[in-house]
């Protein structure tokens, strides 16, 4: 079956590129929507796009009569990728605040697939902090920018803000496509978030883990194919419809239900911050104020050593939150619990790790290889994490196109 790809050409001088990018995408075997705004259909007519994708234009206008009632739900359903090229600082910052009040806007909104924009605009628009955080607030929700690229801008001004080459373009979708599916056919675990351990009916000890990193690498596994479940215990961030999540607050919890999936999955990635500590007596009533109390923990079960020893064929991926020697802690961890990777975060610093939605890690292989991508967001980093996940899955996909 065809790849479904939603073009979306909103209101810039360069919509006119789309044209050439809407065939090349119809060359590469792929069915293409085109979805146009209404100034987009000033600049080019919805007939050429018609013409050269074979398909009907979605515009911009309410449907007429006898026609589709909703194209933003029938076009939206099974598309693999979204591709707004060329995208104006108006459609960027419609996006970025949920604003649905055309046809591209509902269709951003209704799909759960991958996004690329691919900006165009005058250099002072585009550097308008407004449009910077628009373009940040969507990038932080996974959304993919290329460009805009430096050169001689229609109005004459020359500087950043010309849409990217057609060919650079096809390369992201490419990338999008092929990676949507390399963990096709692959069950995958992912847990996230903090664990509580109750004290009482009312307390806990918990930890300042929010799940967002966790979230991020299931949403990252799902875009591309896997069947992921999550176990989530407390989180502090959006989990979308599409995953499934199994809630499980304690560490004993968060066991039992990473046992009773592990012999059937192929991966186990332990994003969660769980708890090493539980209160042995929990109290069944409310302790009452006193001037100080004193709490018996003992140990909790350690997850991925009892995992360690029902391994089989199993990658199993680990996560360390460390406040000193972060690295050398992460290698003495990977280590002692036999994983393939572990991913180590510095949690002492307030603007990455917990909570936060940017991180920055080192993430080291059990070969012996070290990668310390630059500081990026959260679902930013998801993606190279799952693409060292996939080099480490047998058979893993190979793109024929
Ligand atoms: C000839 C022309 C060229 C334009 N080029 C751009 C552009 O490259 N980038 C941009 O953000 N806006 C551009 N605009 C302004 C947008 O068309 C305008 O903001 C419009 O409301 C965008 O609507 P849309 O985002 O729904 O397509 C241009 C306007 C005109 C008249």
Same mark, same amino acid.
């Given at each position: ?8 050409? @909103? ?112 250099? /002072? %628009? ?37 849409? +990217? ?25 992912? @847990? ?43 989180? /502090? ?22 046992? +009773? ?16 500590? !539980? ?16 709490? =018996? ?7 991925? @050593? ?43 610093? !307030? ?13 080291? %292989?059990?070969?012996? =290889? ?12 998801? /993606? ?18």
């Amino acid at each position: 079956m065809k790849d479904k790809v939603i073009l979306g050409v @909103s209101g810039s001088i360069s919509a006119y590129k789309a044209a050439d990018l809407s065939m090349r995408m119809k060359e590469m075997g792929l069915e293409v929507h085109v979805v146009m705004t209404a100034a987009a259909e000033k600049l080019i007519t919805p007939l050429t796009f018609e013409a050269l994708t074979g398909n009907p234009v979605t515009c911009s206008g309410m449907p007429e009569p006898g026609k589709d009632p909703m194209p933003h739900i029938t076009v939206s359903r099974g598309a693999s990728l979204v591709v707004v090229a060329p995208a104006t600082a108006n459609v960027i910052g419609k996006a970025a605040n949920g604003i649905a009040d055309d046809s591209l806007t509902s269709i951003l909104l209704a799909s759960n697939a991958r996004v690329i924009f691919a900006p165009a605009m005058n250099t /002072e %628009m585009y550097n308008k902090p407004v449009v910077q955080e628009n373009i940040k607030k969507l990038q932080d929700q996974g959304g993919f920018f290329i460009g805009p690229t430096t050169g001689t801008l229609a109005c004459g001004d020359e500087g950043l803000g010309k849409l +990217s080459d057609v060919d650079d373009i096809m390369v992201v979708v490419k990338k999008f496509l092929r990676l949507k599916r390399d963990l096709a056919g692959k069950k995958i675990i992912v @847990s996230a978030g903090g664990t509580r351990e109750p004290i009482d009916p009312v307390r806990f000890l918990g930890n300042r883990s929010s799940g967002k990193m966790g979230v991020a690498i299931a949403n990252e596994a799902v875009k591309r194919g896997a069947d992921v479940t999550m176990i989530a215990g407390a989180l /502090e961030t959006h989990v979308s419809d599409d995953l499934e999540v199994i809630r499980a607050f304690t560490a004993d919890a968060m066991l039992e239900e990473i046992e +009773s999936r592990f012999p059937g999955c192929h991966c186990l990635i332990m994003a969660a911050a769980v708890g090493d500590y !539980k209160v042995r007596n929990v109290a069944n009533n409310k302790i009452k104020k006193m001037d100080s109390l004193l709490l =018996d923990l003992e140990k909790n079960t350690d997850i991925l @050593s009892q995992m360690e020893k029902l391994r089989k064929e199993q990658i199993v991926v680990g996560f360390a939150a460390e406040t000193e020697r972060a690295v050398e802690n992460g290698k003495e961890k990977l280590l002692k619990k036999n994983l393939h990777m572990i991913v180590v975060n510095d949690v002492s610093r !307030k603007d990455i790790g917990f909570g936060a939605d940017d991180n920055e890690v080192t993430i080291i %292989m059990r070969s012996g =290889d070290e990668i310390t991508p630059n500081k990026v967001p959260k679902a930013e980093l998801a /993606e190279i994490i799952i693409d060292k996940v996939v080099e480490l899955l047998p058979g893993k996909f190979v793109d024929g196109r």
